[in-house]
């Protein structure tokens, strides 16, 4: 998909949004999927984003991030971690799907099927310029930024 433009998508999002691809012609849009609200590394994979958000605007960059949870919890993730981004609700699965970041993986000792921590970034005429999958969290937010600035 690296380097196809990526087919036009809505999702419910926080704040009473949806969040439209087509809306963001001439953003450059990162998309970060994450596994679920308010755990460590989710946690402070948004803290990250949030802390560099103001970087990532400038960089004429809109984020968001999305997991299958529902719009009620982003809602409150959201506010107790004062992120300035909207989350997306993939409950569906039809992004997560569309992506390919639904993975079998290991929870405390048993087989679970949920989401890859992956990243993607998406240029202002709508194609896909890069991708980060497995991701680890420490170090990578900056590694985003550092690849935005240079589209």
Known sequence: MLDKKVPDF??????GKSFNLADQTGKTVVLYFYPKDSTPGCTTQGQNFRDLHDQFAAA???VLGISRDSLKSHENFKAKQGFPFE?????????CTQLDVMKQKMMYGKQCRGIERSTFVIDGKGVLRREWRGV???GHVQEVLDFVKTL
């Open 87 to 95: 989350l997306g609700s993939d409950a569906d699965e039809a992004m």
């Open 136 to 138: 680890k969290v420490p």
């Open 10 to 15: 809505s999702l419910p999002a926080t704040g």
């Open 60 to 62: 004429n960059a809109v």
